[in-house]
Nanobody, 123 residues
Framework: VQLQASGGGLVQAGGSLSLSCAASRRTGSNNAMGWFRQAPGKEREFVGSISWNGGSTIHADNVRGRFTISRDNAKNSVYLQMNSLKPEDTAVYYC?????????????????WGQGTLVTVSS
């Protein structure tokens, strides 16, 4: 599975961005998908996850209410709508495909990763 993330860029605090990630082959029938991020000098952290059919989502506490993960299995794609962005949201954002059908927070559950897209939020 190859993943291609896009949609990153520079935005002012309070603004919005929408990230997209397309998988090279159909994954929606079996696999959860997720978004993670890594800020400079920090470990990669969980942002959001969505189950194989979109019926269940999980968001990290520090983005809940501002970010929304969604997916379109017909397009083999997962999305991350980011609103009310803060400077601390600045990071490289990665999409990933889980080995499980249910959503989850653990990096180890995700064997397939995209290349990342940079989001920079200015104050």
């Amino acid at each position: 599975v190859q993943l291609q993330a896009s949609g990153g860029g520079l935005v002012q605090a309070g603004g919005s961005l929408s990230l997209s990630c397309a998988a090279s082959r159909r994954t929606g029938s079996n696999n959860a998908m997720g978004w993670f991020r890594q800020a400079p000098g920090k470990e990669r952290e969980f942002v959001g996850s969505i189950s194989w059919n979109g019926g269940s989502t999980i968001h990290a506490d520090n983005v809940r209410g501002r970010f929304t993960i969604s997916r379109d299995n017909a397009k083999n794609s997962v999305y991350l709508q980011m609103n009310s962005l803060k400077p601390e949201d600045t990071a490289v954002y990665y999409c990933a495909v889980s080995r499980f059908s249910y959503s989850g927070r653990e990096l180890g559950a995700y064997p397939y990763w995209g290349q990342g897209t940079l989001v920079t939020v200015s104050s």
